[in-house]
């Protein structure tokens, strides 16, 4: 197993097969890794003209010691030593789960792992993910969020969009840069916590958009069909409840079995 850093992210290989990746880097962090909060460190990926530094820089005057292990079966294990202690914590290990294994449901696809099935299709504005491999990609650090969709537009190969940058730096909106992703979508994984947030725009053609509106009237006139099956049968009972409670104040001092109740007319 092979440890290194390929186009913003953080990946583990067996040969040349990728295993894992961590997702690119946002300003905050890798957008797949664990999201933890410590109140002594935090990461930080400085670009350079001959390559990048990955380290963590400490929040207060605290001294710790950080060491990254890769162990013989693929996972990859972050491990912190705080000043007066001699133990060290572990802060997290990847992959998590079987959402992180790569390319889990294939292309153009979102694996959650708190759904069942995991993997969905057809969709377009994804949120709380790990963004797309950067396959075939273009990254521009200076866009707005509209003028990455503009671009993307402009392209018929354009898959997807997205900011690269969710720091809020220079931005009022949280969101700066643009990635654009061109064909397959691969190695997309949803979170369920919102300290993750980060979007992706899918491109759809007008015929996908279609389905997918169609398949939105469908569901909602199921939900109010329904309803109204629920709707009627309450009203049902309550008539029913009525004309029983009826018959009881009419049959005033007998004690009539409520199966003669039910066959009496008026």
């Not at 909060?37 to 400490?58: A, I, K, N, V």
């Amino acid at each position: 197993m092979d440890f290194s850093f390929e186009e913003r992210q953080e990946v583990i290989k067996s040969g040349s097969i990728k295993k894992y990746r961590s997702g690119q880097w946002n300003g905050i962090q890798f957008n797949g890794l664990p999201f933890f909060t410590d109140p002594l460190f935090s990461p930080r990926l400085e670009f350079l003209d001959d390559g990048l530094t990955y380290s963590y820089e400490p929040k207060s005057n605290s001294l710790f010691t950080a060491r990254i292990e890769l162990d013989h079966s693929g996972f990859l294990h972050l491990y912190v030593l705080r000043d007066g202690t001699t133990e060290w914590s572990k802060m997290y290990t990847i992959p998590d789960d079987q959402c992180d294994s790569y390319g889990k449901c294939g292309a153009n696809a979102v694996c959650r792992v708190y759904r069942s099935p995991i993997c969905e299709y057809g969709l377009m504005k994804l949120m709380d993910v790990k963004l797309p491999d950067l396959a075939d990609f273009h990254f521009n650090a200076s866009m707005s969020t509209k003028e990455c969709q503009a671009e993307c537009f402009k392209k018929c190969d354009c898959m997807a969009y997205a900011n690269s940058n969710v720091s809020g730096e220079g931005s009022s909106n949280g969101g700066t840069g643009c990635l654009l992703w061109y064909g397959d979508l691969i190695d997309i994984k949803g979170f369920t916590e919102e300290s993750r947030r980060q979007d992706v725009y899918i491109r759809l053609a007008a015929s996908e958009l279609e389905s997918i509106y169609n398949s939105d009237k469908k569901r909602k006139l199921a939900i109010i069909l329904s309803l109204s099956i629920a709707f009627g049968m309450l009203t049902l009972g309550l008539v029913f409840y009525c004309v029983v409670s009826k018959k009881r104040r009419i049959m005033t001092g007998k004690n009539v079995p409520i199966d003669d109740f039910l066959d009496m007319r008026f």
